[in-house]
């Protein structure tokens, strides 16, 4: 939900939606196949349902505080530009692409269990996932550069 949704508060919200759901529909679950897939699924719909519905809404977020008591104000400056760009270089990935990337690298799913929650092949998810990496270098490498 975190993947689809950029608010904490509104993955929170998918995720509550999510097991509504899937309560609701437990009986509809085939005992035969993994449950996970199914369940992500769930809140993948979730997710994507509430993003609909936010973007009437939608606002101009907040820049976030860069002070940090761990961190020098160079690291928090640094890390700030970094987020913001692999943030951006998320967003310019497709749904799908940004979906199979998160999940395989973040979250450390397989590509089986990424093709069963995107309903698509599994050869679909290593090339949606090697193609994301790819744009992603791409998209880092000037300020990879500055950064070192």
């Known amino acids: 939900a975190r993947t ?3 608010e904490p508060e509104d993955a929170d919200d998918a995720a509550q939606e ?3 759901t899937a309560w609701r529909k437990l009986r509809q679950y085939d005992l035969t196949r993994p449950f996970r897939p199914w369940f ?3 809140v993948a719909n979730a997710a994507r349902d509430i993003r609909r519905a936010r973007r009437v809404r939608e606002t101009e977020p ?3 505080g860069l002070a940090s008591t761990e961190a020098s104000p160079a690291e928090a400056t640094e890390q700030s530009l970094l987020r913001e760009r692999l943030d951006t270089a998320l ?3 497709s749904e799908r692409q940004r979906l199979a990337v998160v999940m395989f ?3 450390g799913y397989a590509h089986a269990d990424i093709a069963e929650v995107l309903g698509v092949p599994e050869g679909t998810v290593r ?3 090697f193609h994301g990496r790819r744009a992603l270098r791409k998209a880092l490498s000037p300020i990879m ?3 070192k």
């Open 40 to 42: 992500l699924r769930i």
């Open 127 to 129: 090339s949606l996932v």
């Open 91 to 93: 967003r310019g990935l």
């Open 145 to 147: 550069g500055e950064l």
């Open 4 to 6: 689809i949704l950029s």
């Open 62 to 64: 907040l820049a976030p």
């Open 105 to 107: 690298d973040v979250e």
């Open 18 to 20: 999510a097991f509504l």
